[in-house]
């Protein structure tokens, strides 16, 4: 790995750590007041010390997976803002083309990552918070690489 790829992949990672806190407030904030999906021992619940909506397990899994899929959208124009203007190089493809296979991948790793957190609240009962971890991580791996070395010139 040369020294500009470990710079490129440090601003990746800040880029992205941007882009997630912005996904994970819109996604705490719509368990809260959007589709209920919190419990009282997730950590925005305790940090904020929030009154929340209980919800049963499967209700939660699914409201889960529709918060996420909202914050995406959100968060990942902002990821797409941050890898275009201080990331990777824009120009391998149209600038339509570059936002669609930009969504298109990200789509397919949140496709993957949501079903994982479905996966885990409703298999394990994991805690929200954590299972929403568990696809943060999918993500991350997916995306750079796919962003590298097929959707911008470099």
Request: net charge positive; hydrophobic share 55%; charged share 10%.
């Amino acid at each position: 790995m040369t020294v500009d790829n470990i710079i490129q992949f440090s601003k990746y990672a800040i880029g992205g750590f941007v882009a997630t806190i912005a996904h994970i407030v819109i996604f705490h904030l719509l368990a809260w007041k959007g589709f209920a999906a919190l419990e009282n021992s997730d950590w925005f619940v305790k940090l904020f010390k929030i009154k929340i909506n209980l919800v049963n397990t499967a209700t939660r899994s699914r409201n889960a997976m529709i918060d996420n899929g909202i914050g995406f959208i959100f968060s990942n124009f902002i990821a797409y803002l941050i890898n275009i203007t201080w990331v990777f190089n824009s120009g391998k493809h149209s600038l339509i083309v570059e936002i669609s296979l930009f969504y298109l991948v990200s789509g397919i790793s949140l496709i993957i990552g949501t079903w994982l957190m479905g996966w885990l609240i409703k298999r394990f009962s994991m805690r929200t918070t954590y299972a929403f971890g568990a696809n943060a991580v999918t993500a991350v791996m997916i995306n750079y690489a796919m962003r590298k070395f097929f959707i911008f010139a470099g």
